[in-house]
């Protein structure tokens, strides 16, 4: 399993069984994480753990970027 730097919600992580593309912290999915698949645990999007991998298409406030310098 992953460290536990990866750790962040289920609505950014693409182990998150949600078919949106943008999930709230109330969305319920399945979690697909390869290891985790067998208790086949259902989640909400606020819920997290160490397994976490960046999904695409997520807003900016599921996780902290820091700050990000202006390109213009």
Do not use: I
Not at 14 to 39: I, N, W, Y
Not at 49 to 57: L, Q, Y
């Amino acid at each position: 399993m992953a460290d536990s730097k990866n750790w962040g919600n289920c609505k950014g992580c693409r182990h998150f069984g949600s078919h949106h593309p943008d999930p709230g912290d109330t969305a319920v999915a399945k979690c697909m994480e390869p290891d985790l698949q067998a208790f086949e645990l259902q989640v909400t999007g606020a819920s997290g753990c160490n397994e976490f991998e960046a999904r695409t298409a997520v807003s900016s406030d599921v996780y902290d970027t820091g700050s990000v310098p202006s390109m213009h």
